[in-house]
């Protein structure tokens, strides 16, 4: 059970102690009533003797009696009525409630501390409950401790529930007196006059026969006196400020002659005038007594009696235990103050008023009123110290000299009398002891007994007088004569079956043994069990069943038996009533107890503490102690909370909200309700939609009990504020027919770091070359789109003017729908003002302001059961300064369903619009973002430490241009390869100019805005609908298949030395877009060479024509996302002409074979390719005419053919070639058809451009530079030098494509780029093949040199020998057996170095194979020549091949070595792979 004030050896005999009647005349009540008091109330803290008191046994032993008390009371003639009583215990009970603001008094248990003290709750933590953790406590014990009280006050122990003990203590006085048993019995009775009355001794004798004739008349059958002959104390009462003294003195002489010195009393009071100032402070003693009863009550004393039936101010439900208020009468001219019982409810009164329902409870302002009129009153204001002393002297000297003797001398007369009628020769107390030594007699089981609870025994039945023996030993602690006496009775009446008297004797006699001194028996439980279960099931009095109930569960508890004494106090809650006697408040009480003692076991058993406490607080609302019920649920939601339990902490949490609610308890109510929101509850819709109304309805109290105040949060629904994206800027346009907005950012986009990185690189690159090549270094990527995973360590810049969008992600736990109203942002604005000064203006609402920052409100926001759901909320500065987005405010309701609110009806709510709303309330969640965890320094890694997100705290700057691009007849769907020209808008829909228009891409290949030099065609998009993209001039027919020559400048197109071609300067009229001006200009696209779905991003960069400091530009991205399919195919291939043409250039004749296919599998329609022309373009060669092997002229190529086309190249003339400087580039046209593309005008040569710095961008392979052989490489590379080539093919062809029965022709062009003579080139990205696996090697490599020897195709290109000789030649073999013939070897120095040649005629072997293959034939005359070359000399030798007979004869022989003339290292050309040389030799 809980801690008590008291133990149990203390307890018993304070509940039952020696009761003395009182009666007084009324001038002796007045002069009472002069201190607020009655004469018992006046002796009521004195009523315990300060010393040990000594009274002899029967046998003549010597009996100590300590601590005694008596009990001084008012007669009454009327029992109190059941009703009463249960009224009285219920205000005692919640008239005691834990007091606020003690230190905790903590349990532990096992895992738990559990907070059991007296101050119950507090207003702190989960509704008024403080859940004590580990570092709360000094040390906690461990759990195989088991419970460890612990607390903080070196005070003596304090009870952890003193409601309980109040209850129990006013239950125990407040039991009527009854025939069974003698306890509460009057054993005497004090007379009490004044002094100043006219004759006191004769009022002394008609107080005497009055109280003779309320004992023995038959009228009077209340109260109860314990034997015929009363004991009277006279007692004359002397007022000590205005009586005379002398005149008392010689009443009391008087006195003492009548009644004798040991019967009379003169008691001197009232030493001084109340209305007299206080010199010194007065205790005041009785105030613990009768400020509890006036609790208790509920009452205020007035001065002088108060007539219940008269004055109307008196509660009249309002009780006093002792009387106090007792009406006054004169009957037959005798004072008759003993009116009906204190606990007698007034006949006017309203009999349904009882405890059953809550109405009993009076309100919290009358309770108030009530105390704050008790405590003006001061009790004893007429008394001093010496007074106090008096009464209790007087006190002493009533139970020394009376009452003890008289007590003595009954005891005495008993014990004579039960030896005298039972013939026994020796005192009951020593014959006992032979009665109990001998056999005893098996007590039969309650079962087998009759129900004779009805038997009454005669007041002089010797049964009842061993009764009153045994209670009289019992009340003057002399527990081993009254245990014997006990156990008599209870034979005597177990024999006669009189159970409603053996069930006194059994339960008094186990007492008795319990309290014996030494402990010589063990405590008889079973005694206790029998006499409840008689009193309950026989005698059906469960008054009697309680307070045995009562007593044993403190005997047991003081055995350290909790789990006994918890089924023992569990065994009396019923649900049940009887005879009208509510149970729940008995029931609540000893649940209480019952969980108190689960929890003070050896092994704590705490989830029985909470479930009986979960018990015991249901039985208190029941019973109308809602305070006590509050506080029962939160300590028992100490155990539940937290561990999983979701329905039973629901349960807890919506009774905690409800009674709080009941209590006016509004913030606790709310804090309640709130939990079972957020607990992620396991209840069904209906239960969910129940909880959610009533919290919704009692936070409306709430909020209206302070409609001014601080809006306060709201549970639900849950913010995700981590997921809270930030949109600085304007929403995307929609698409207007063939106008498609730039794509930009926006909040439907996902985030993909990738992609991130993409943009944040091109965004560098324009910057750097904007600040010609270098980063700023205050530069900061531009973010438009703020989130978790972007960098928020900065204060964003927002423009004004431009909206803020703010997406916040809400979820709703509940099943079921939420209707969020009027939702908006909430902020805080602190504009800045260019002369300095900051003035801080916090808006809250839409209404406050809205010139500063407009805030868009969203009037109905649903979130249906279980779903995320993103608002987005804007906000419009108007104003610069710094900005700090709080959080959200809005209404929170539900839609009006078929759920009603258990108990509660749904309030018709004034929301009108597309949901009908039951109930809603206003608040606010605020948006608290963490920032990333730091993980830099030492310390930061080793704790944790976030920064900063200041994603919700813009910097709102001045005006900045805004621009918008809208794209015009943009396609979605190209060949690869396909010239499309479409148009692009741009607009300026700021109030500011900008200027210095950049585009920036990765694929700057796909796009062009045409070059410098380019004739702009018409700006309307739909004049040039049905145009060539190209720039076309129509040629006649003669000047097919031989080149046109022209040239351009890469500069004109953007291709300068050391420019960045991915950014794009947009040619804008004078450089500036003015605000509200819009400018269109073409834009031709050239579809991507691979087939597939491509994704080209462009970021437009801008600037203000007035400079700003925080943003210096702005950007705009666009995502084009293109699907190319197959057309053509092209590879090409060099290879220098053995042909002799000095005449069109000096030997540098080359031929360019070209193969184009057909990929295209029908695929968008596509008919078939029409090759229309093949242009060249470089800075040295040029395309002279076609080779055209066939007749055929015609260039058409359907699905999967192949052409072949073979050109003739030459190198451009000196002066065209002298212009390298200027990156001219020489392009020459070869015609198939009428109409001349000018490949030098955009778009073709812009493409062409795009892909040749692609290509070059291309990482080369180089050979690595060493010092020491610094000659050797120079040599290589010019070497390699005279094998290159840098010649480029551009194919242009028409598509033609039939599409909805109509015919379109489609465009395009192919590039291929010539580096290497004899290697094979290509249009399309070659895939690359995987490298075959190799072995590991773990041995490090030997230092292996690049090779300095040039390939055998490098070396064959340094020297080019072609031989000159008749094709067949005729010889008279018959006149002359030598055949001469004259050849000529031409040698051309194909590098740019001079040449030492070596021309070695002799055969290299003469195997058979060798003759085989070069046939017999013999170089005449010299058979080596050595000579020098100058750089691209052509040198001729003429030779003489001698025959010695016909045959087909190959000249190709002659060996040819060559060194650059600086070097050392002769390198011998490899002339194998050429053609051979055949020559027919013919006899004639």
Known sequence: MAQCVQSVQE????????????????????????????????????????????????????????????????????????????????????????????????????????????????RVGHVGLRLLTSSDLPALAPQSAGITSVSHRTQPPKSTTPWFESYRETFLQSMPASDHEFLNHYLACMLVASSSEAEPVEQFSKLSQEQHRIQHNSDYSYPKWFIPNTLKYYVLLHDVSSGDEQRAESIYEEMKQKYGTQGCYLLKINSRTSNRASDEQIPDPWSQYLQKNSIQNQESYEDGPCPITSNKNCDNNLLSLDGLDNEVKVVDGLPNNFRAHPLQLDQSSDPSNSVDGPDHVRSVSSLHETKKGNTGIIHGACLTLTDHDR????????????????????????????????????????????????????????????????????????????????????????????????????????????????????????????????????????????????????????????????????????????????????????????????????????????????????????????????????????????????????????VYKGKGWSLAEDHINFTIGRQSYTLRQLDNAVSAFRHILINESKQSAVQQGAFLREYLYVYKNVSQLSPDGPLPQLPLPYINSSATRVFFGHDRRPADGEKQAATHVSLDQEYDSESSQQWRELEEQVVSVVNKGVIPSSFHPTQYCLNSYSDNSRFPLAVVEEPITVEVAFRNPLKVPLLLTDLSLLWKFQPKDFSGKDDEEVKQLVTSEPEMIGTEVISEFLINGEESKVARLKLFPHHIGELHILGVVYNLGTIQGSVTVDGIGALPGCHTGKYSLSMSVRGKQDLEIQGPRLNNTKEEKTSVKYGPDRRLDPIITEEMPLLEVFFIHFPTGLLCGEIRKAYVEFVNVSKCPLTGLKVVSKRPEFFTFGGNTAVLTPLSPSASENCSAYKTVVTDATSVCTALISSASSVDFGIGTGSQPEVISVPLPDTVLLPGASVQLPMWLRGPDEEGVHEINFLFYYESVKKQPKIRHRILRHTAIICTSRSLNVRATVCRSNSLENEEGRGGNMLVFVDVENTNTSEAGVKEFHVVQVSSSSKHWKLQKSVNLSENKDAKLASREKGKFCFKAIRCEEKEAATQSSEKYTFADIIFGNEQIISSATPCADFFYRSLSSELKKPQAHLPVHTEKQSTEDAVRLIQKCGEVDLNIVILWKAYVVEDSKQLILEGQHHVILRTIGKEAFSYPQKQEPPEMELLKFFRPENSTVSSRPSVEQLSSLIKMSLHYPESFNHPFHQKSLCLVPVTLLLSNCSKADVDVIVDLRHKTTSSEALEIHGSFTWLGQTQYKLQLKSQEIHSLQLKACFVHTGVYNLGTPRVFAKLSDQVTVFETSQQNSMPALIIINNV
């Open 11 to 122: 307890l018993i005999p304070d509940s039952f102690v020696p009761c003395v009647a009182a009666l007084c005349s009324d001038e002796a009540e007045r002069l009472t009533r002069l201190n607020h008091l009655s004469f018992a109330e006046l002796l009521k803290p004195f009523s315990r003797l300060t010393s040990e008191v000594h009274m002899r046994d029967p046998n003549n032993q010597l009996h100590v009696i300590k601590n005694l008390k008596i009990a001084v009371s008012n007669i009454v003639t009327q029992p109190p009525q059941p009703g009463a009583i249960r009224k009285l215990l219920n205000d005692v009970v919640s008239g005691s409630q834990p007091a606020e603001g003690l230190v905790a008094n903590v349990i532990t248990a096992g895992d738990y501390d559990l907070n059991i003290s007296e101050m119950g709750f507090h």
């Open 391 to 638: 009464i209790r002297q007087f006190i002493q000297e009533f139970t020394f000299r009376g009452l003890l003797p008289h007590i003595e001398k009954t005891i005495r007369q008993l014990n004579d009398q039960l030896i005298s009628r039972k013939g026994l020769s020796r005192s009951l107390f020593s014959a006992t002891k032979k009665w109990f030594s001998g056999s005893k007699v098996p007590e039969k089981s309650i079962n087998e007994l009759k129900n004779t609870s009805g038997l009454l025994y005669p007041p002089e039945a010797p049964e009842l007088q061993i009764r009153k023996m045994a209670d009289l030993c019992f009340l003057v602690q002399h527990y081993d004569l009254a245990y014997n006496c006990y156990h008599t009775a209870k034979k005597d009446f177990l024999n006669d079956q009189a159970m409603l008297y053996a069930a006194g004797a059994l339960e008094m006699a186990a007492v008795s043994a319990f309290l014996q001194p030494g402990a010589p028996r063990p405590y008889p439980a079973h005694y206790m069990d029998t006499a409840i279960q008689t009193y309950r099931d026989i005698c059906k009095n469960m008054v009697l069943a309680e307070r045995c109930v009562l007593l044993s569960a403190e005997l047991l508890k003081s055995q350290s038996k909790y789990s006994e004494a918890a089924a023992l106090l569990i065994r009396l809650t019923s649900e049940n009533t009887w005879k009208g006697m509510d149970s729940d408040l008995r029931s609540a009480l000893l649940l209480e107890q019952a969980a108190h003692c689960f929890i003070n076991m050896k092994s704590p058993m705490v989830r029985k503490y909470a479930f009986h406490m979960i018990l015991a607080g249901h039985r208190f609302s029941k019973a109308g102690q809602k305070k006590h019920a509050l506080r029962c649920y939160c300590q028992a939601m100490q």
